[in-house]
């Protein structure tokens, strides 16, 4: 150390009149010191490395000065003046050597390699934070900066005769790169702006507020590579450590050149030239790690960026210069693709010049091949070539046509396999747009050439879902204007007479189209897209595109059939989301509340998953609705078929009835015996109500504290969660709420054997309470596990002995299995059964129709008997044969595809991965629940338990963003409910846990762990 605090501190009270506490700060090569007064003011004490120059020095505190005057918002370090009224002393060391010192103004805030996530939010604030840097840069000078900085990526001519120093893979990237700055970089030099630049947003040098909610980039420390250059280098150096790291560094790219934009409009020369002083700028820092390596093998900070820095010359080194380009046009609302508005001009020029690649009779078909289309069928058949080609057929069949169309820029439901998926920054992401037009017809019908050219290339794309057999054709149009066509899934043989360079004419038979077995095992069909940029590809090209590059590609492919026709293809436009919001709001009822900040469109079911509009799979995690998986095959056609044959009411006999019923009783003890089918949860405990109330000449009921069981008057009535929360008017004098049986923060906890005993002497109480009354419980109702109490496990012995006291009062017990039942619990089909107790009567809903609605009465002959008094009951839809017939294929497939065991093996799979996180993060206070029927409490402090409800709601929303659905519920919102389709697997389970891993390492999960 080259100075005691205690000199420092003397120092400071002669020169600055301050007195307080000091401690060293991590450095490069000067001193950095935190020094905090008594006044409660913090500051930094900066003492300069010996080869420090004054001038330097001068310069720096200059433009900190410039930027207080220009006032943009930026928070910078402020230069204190001393009591001489110096702003640069000096200080001897203790090797009597004198160095520059400094103390500045501290700027509360956290470097941004720190901060995690850097979400799409931060990156457009690091941006916008740059571009004020610009902005108030942009009349500042000072000799000084004009100077040689080997940072400045304009300046990276010196690295050249180090590339030598690289051998392998690193010399082949090096090289590239260089070449890259020769050829693209070094000659836009003239036509860019200059300015003197803060030229060192890296990572550790940008500041990010400490608000982890809502985290702002006020502005950046150490001011000592100022130097005058290209204004855009200073952007170029922020992308070139912000997208470090990044699966997609072209994604969080464009969002910190949007920001910056906002800020600072980017000129077009300097879009073009930004992809290539950005890997300038990295290759800089790989040359300059690879020198200091040879230097000071022992100072890793200089080494500390250069992993992440080859890193990211690799990945880029797949990204071609001219999409990275169009992405950050695209990043400043420009048209991507420059030559899309050359290609409109000339479509409209160039009547007679093309023709359609097919022949095609008077009428077409236009398909519906999007993610939602109704025509398709199922996933299954989607993804099932034979039954797609099938599909395809019939319709073009019924329609009387032999050519059918598949649409330019559709989000398409095909694309949504592993064929197509690929790492975004915060989760998976699908090519899902389609950015040709699809012309299906027979194997070996004729393909001509849209318009005059020549074969540009051609290969056999061989694998399944590839193109298969692909020519591209070059149209040199004008003397300064070409462009492409592609024609995918073409028979092998088209290939034989293809010659690159030779001349077709328009409408010359180029290809056939070739069948399943060569042509990438589609459907016969040709793939025709227009490219305006081939990106130097060669006989293949992208014909789906990432939903988020969308307006890139569509902008490098316009619409086949503007080409064809001078006109835009027909769209098969869907309401929007905002339209949907708009029009709930105006004309549905507004008591209920839509998921997520920013809500989700969904359009298909399948499995474990939904997919959204774009194409986007969801994990889902929370519907148990769709128990046997969204849309699970054999339930649909179950319901399709009968629904084209009958659907009627009870009053006719029906077979369905009897197999339902039947198959449904098998599950039950012998002693329920009844069934009622009715059409909801609700209905279902409705009717469970009137059964009770008959039954006994009763009607006080004894229910759970937070327990919900439905939405009529009556549930609503017996329903905690509802009459005790926002909107609710407290329990009807009937309705007698006994504590929630929670063991971990309830009255009575785990620690407690007798726990159960004692939530269930409550029940004895509130029977007591109703007698004292005159009167007697009708029934008590609970569900085995309550759901929205926050997925509560009822303890040892509760319900047991609650039934106990409610029937020895006359009373009967009701089991709300709405939830819970199905096989969901693992170790038995109902829930109720893990408590060694049978109910007097059985609700059951949501997963019994797997989405159908559906719900079920079961109760005793004798309850039954006594409701059959005369009085009617007839329900129109409850146990029409299609409901008969989807809930049986439900219990067949439980059955047939061993769910109930599933529940239990991956459940207890996932509560492991969950118990094993909790080990980890303090944050998460318990988990719970039997089978695939889990929660797990989030709280600040695991003593005193305090929800952690802003935290649970931030992982939910984040989980959206990883394409994961979860939800929060219990009182206090702070649980994390999981009880996804049975279907859930271990790998759907290791997905989640590692997601819910990397949320809970986020700064604002780890505020309390
Ligand atoms: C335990 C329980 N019972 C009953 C119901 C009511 O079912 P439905 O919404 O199908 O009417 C629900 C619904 O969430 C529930 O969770």
Redesign the pocket.
């Known amino acids: 150390m080259k100075f005691s605090n205690q000199n420092l501190l003397e120092f400071l009270k002669t020169n600055f009149g301050v007195i307080g506490a000091i401690s060293a700060l991590p450095g490069e090569l000067d001193f950095n010191y935190f020094f905090q007064s008594d006044k409660g003011k913090s500051y930094i004490l900066k003492i300069a490395n010996l080869q420090e120059q004054r001038q330097n020095l001068e310069l720096q505190n200059a433009l900190i000065a410039h930027l207080a005057e220009k006032n943009l918002g930026l928070e910078v370090s402020q230069v204190v003046k001393s009591i001489g009224g110096n702003e640069i002393l000096e200080i001897e060391d203790e090797d009597s050597k004198t160095r520059f010192v400094r103390l500045l103004t501290w700027v509360e805030g956290r470097v941004y390699a720190k901060v995690n996530p850097h979400s799409p939010l931060l990156l457009e604030r690091l941006g916008e934070m740059c571009g004020k840097l610009c902005q108030s840069l942009k009349d500042f000078d000072h000799p000084v900066a004009h100077r040689f900085m080997k940072w400045d990526p304009s300046q990276g001519e010196w690295i050249k005769p180090h590339l030598d120093r690289f051998s392998g893979q690193r010399k082949e990237l090096v090289d590239y790169y260089y070449q890259l700055f020769e050829n693209n970089a070094i000659p836009a030099f003239s036509s860019l702006r200059k300015s003197v630049n803060y030229n060192d947003a890296n990572d550790y040098n940008v500041l990010v507020s400490l608000n982890v909610n809502d985290p702002h980039v006020p502005g950046v420390i150490d001011f000592g590579d100022v130097v005058y250059t290209h204004t855009i280098n200073e952007l170029a150096i922020a992308l070139a450590y912000s997208i470090m790291g990044k699966s997609d560094p072209l994604e969080a790219a464009a969002h910190v050149v949007r920001g910056f934009n906002s800020s600072f409009k980017i000129t077009e020369q300097e879009l073009s030239v930004l992809f290539s002083l950005i890997t300038t700028r990295v290759l800089i820092s790989v040359v300059c790690s690879e020198l200091n390596r040879a230097e000071h093998p022992e100072n890793t900070y200089l080494q500390i960026s250069d992993k992440p820095a080859w890193d990211l010359l690799i990945k880029l080194k797949e990204v071609s210069p001219d999409l990275a380009h169009m992405v950050f046009r695209s990043a400043c609302d420009l048209e991507p693709c420059s030559l899309h508005l050359e290609f409109n001009s000339w479509v409209r020029e160039s009547k007679g010049l093309v023709t359609f690649p097919i022949s095609f009779g008077k009428n077409s078909l236009w398909l519906d091949l999007s993610v939602g289309s109704l025509e398709m069928g199922t996933m299954n058949h989607l993804h099932d070539p034979d039954l797609l080609d099938k599909r395809i057929t019939e319709l073009m069949l019924n329609a009387g046509v032999s050519v059918s169309i598949g649409r330019y820029n559709e989000a398409r439901a095909f694309y949504t396999t592993d064929s197509f998926v690929s790492e975004g920054n915060d989760s998976l992401k699908w090519r899902t747009i389609h950015t040709g037009m699809d012309f299906f017809a027979k194997s070996g019908t004729e393909v001509y050439a849209a318009c005059d050219g020549t074969i540009h290339s051609y290969a056999n794309n061989e694998g399944d879902r590839d193109y298969g057999p692909t020519i591209i054709l070059e149209h040199r149009v004008k003397k300064n204007f070409k462009f492409y066509t592609l024609y995918g899934h073409l028979s092998s043989d088209s290939l034989l007479s293809a010659e690159v360079g030779k001349v077709v004419k328009k409408g010359e038979l180029i290809a056939r189209l070739g069948n399943r077995s060569e042509n990438g095992n589609w459907p016969p069909h040709l793939h025709f897209q227009v490219i305006l940029n081939l990106l130097d590809k060669k006989g293949d090209f992208p014909g789906v595109a990432f939903a988020d590059q969308r307006k890139i590609w569509i902008s490098i492919s316009p619409d086949p059939w503007l080409l064809l026709t001078g006109s835009p293809s027909e769209q098969n436009n869907k309401l929007t989301k905002k339209e949907i919001v708009e029009f709930r709001k105006k004309h549905v009822g507004k008591n209920l509340s839509i998921s997520y900040q920013v809500p989700v469109k969904m359009v298909r079911g399948n499995g474990v998953f939904l997919f959204d509009d774009s194409g986007k799979r969801y994990l889902d995690t929370v519907n148990n609705v769709a128990h046997v998986g969204h849309e699970h095959p054999r339930v649909v056609a179950a319901g399709q078929q009968q629904m084209a044959v009958l659907n009627t009411n009870t009053r006719y006999l029906h077979d369905n009835l009897v197999k339902f019923v039947e198959a449904l009783l098998e599950t039950m003890p012998a002693e329920l015996n009844v069934a009622y089918i009715v059409n909801?949860?609700?209905?279902?405990?409705e009717l469970a109500l009137r059964l009770a109330k008959n039954f006994t000449s009763q009607k006080d009921m004894i229910v759970s504290e937070v327990?919900?069981?439905?939405?009529?008057n009556a549930?609503v009535e017996i329903s905690s969660y509802k009459f005790d929360g926002r909107g609710g008017k407290g329990a009807a004098p009937h309705v007698h709420v006994v504590p929630i049986p929670d063991v971990y923060r309830g009255l009575y906890q785990s620690s407690d054997p007798s726990a159960g005993t004692k939530y269930a002497d409550h029940v004895s109480k509130a029977v007591e309470n109703i007698q004292s009354l005159g009167r007697k419980p009708a029934a008590i109702i609970f569900?085995p596990v309550i759901?929205?109490g926050g997925q509560i496990e009822l303890p040892l012995n509760f319900l047991k002995e609650a039934y106990h006291h409610v029937r020895k009062a006359g009373g009967v017990c009701i089991a709300?299995e709405?939830?819970?039942g199905c096989g969901r619990a693992g170790n038995s089909f109902w829930t109720f059964q893990q408590h060694n107790v049978v109910p007097d009567i059985v609700?059951i809903?949501?997963p019994i129709g797997n989405g159908h609605?559906l719900?079920v009465v079961v109760t005793t002959q004798a309850i039954a008997d006594s409701f059959n008094n005369g009085m009617e009951y007839f329900n129109t839809f409850g146990g029409n044969p299609v409901s008969c017939a989807i809930g049986l294929e439900v219990l067949k497939v439980i059955k047939e595809e061993g769910l109930q065991e599933n529940a239990k093996v991956v459940g207890q799979y996932l509560k492991g991965g969950l118990q094993n996180l909790m080990n980890e993060f303090l944050i998460i206070g318990d988990v719970r629940g039997p089978g695939l029927f889990i929660g797990f409490e989030l709280v600040k402090n695991r003593e005193t338990k305090e929800p952690a409800t802003e935290q649970a709601s931030y992982l939910a929303n984040r989980m959206r963003d990883k394409g994961i659905l979860m939800s929060t519920d219990g009182p206090f919102n702070n649980v994390l409910k999981i009880k996804p389709p049975m279907v859930f697997s271990r790998a759907n389970s290791d997905f989640l846990i590692a997601a819910i891993n990397s949320v809970l390492k986020e700064d604002f999960m780890k505020t309390f762990s």
Do not use: W
């Open positions: 909801s949860g609700s209905e279902a405990n327990g919900y069981h439905g939405n009529t549930c569900e759901s929205c709300d709405v939830q819970t609700t809903g949501k609605p719900g």
